[in-house]
């Protein structure tokens, strides 16, 4: 069992910066592949990005490729979403996810643990 609570969530103005992180707890946190998800409200929850184990391969949507970056550290079980020239499109509960398995993959189901969620809301 893994337990996964986001944080970092709030508000920031278009073209602005927050990070995210997620702290996991319980199984050993290098043993998963990590990601994170979002939701806007009426919208399915989609990939938005993932990290392996390691950290040595991520992978992006079109969306937020090269405004986000996803990293881990290992040693502190945490796995962190730095969201740079946000838009008003990112406004979303952001969701963390765990997976066991070698790559990050996009597909939701493949993802046994999730987190709470924390909202990010991006104003014009």
């Known amino acids: 069992q893994v337990q996964l609570v986001e944080s970092g969530g709030g508000s920031a103005q278009a073209g602005g910066s927050l990070k995210l992180s997620c702290v996991a707890s319980g199984r050993t946190f290098s043993g998963y592949v990590m990601a994170w998800f979002r939701q806007a409200p009426g919208k399915e929850r989609v990939f938005v990005t993932g990290?392996?184990?390691?950290?040595?391969?991520?992978d992006y949507a079109d969306s937020v490729k090269g405004r986000f970056t996803i990293s881990r550290d290992n040693a502190k079980n945490t796995v962190y979403l730095q969201m740079n020239s946000l838009k008003p499109e990112d406004t979303a509960v952001y969701y963390c996810?765990?997976?066991?398995?070698?790559?990050?993959?996009?597909?939701?189901?493949?993802?046994?643990?999730w987190g709470q969620g924390t909202q990010v809301t991006v104003s014009s």
């Open positions: 990290i392996s184990r390691s950290g040595g391969i991520t």
């Open positions: 996810a765990a997976a066991t398995g070698p790559l990050p993959l996009r597909i939701r189901t493949i993802y046994t643990y």
